[in-house]
């Protein structure tokens, strides 16, 4: 089993930043494709930005030039630094990780309990 624990979230005015940070415990010794999803209620989970086991990055049209993931060399560690944040950015953010790569697609076998980022309007 690999645990997950997402920190960081918060309340930030419009054009603020915030960083989120994802924690790996448990069977950390393997390697694993990684990233950040988010989920507004009544909408479907949506990747946000994910990185492969060679650290190939992947983000979706409403990251690029706003987000960028990066992860430590243990692979235990997994950041979102989100700059120029909007109001439709609002949303619960999900780490996610799998031995396999989904890109995009929320199919990882291992999900966080969420961290709440709430841009007021």
């Known amino acids: 089993q690999l645990h997950l624990i997402e920190s960081g979230g918060g309340s930030v005015q419009s054009g603020g930043s915030l960083r989120l940070s994802c924690t790996a415990s448990?069977?950390?010794?393997?390697?694993?494709?990684m990233g950040w999803f988010r989920e507004v209620p009544g909408k479907e989970r949506e990747g946000v930005e994910t990185?492969?086991?060679?650290?190939?990055?992947y983000y979706a049209d409403s990251a690029k030039s706003r987000f960028t993931i990066s992860r430590d060399n243990d692979w235990t560690k997994l950041d979102l630094q989100m700059d120029m944040l909007k109001p439709e950015d609002t949303a619960t953010y999900y780490c996610?990780?799998?031995?396999?790569?989904?890109?995009?697609?929320?199919?990882?076998?291992?999900w966080g309990r969420g961290t709440q980022v709430t841009v007021p309007a």
């Open positions: 448990g069977k950390t010794h393997l390697t694993y494709c």
């Open positions: 990185v492969d086991k060679n650290g190939m990055t």
């Open positions: 996610a990780a799998d031995e396999r790569f989904y890109g995009l697609l929320p199919a990882y076998d291992y």
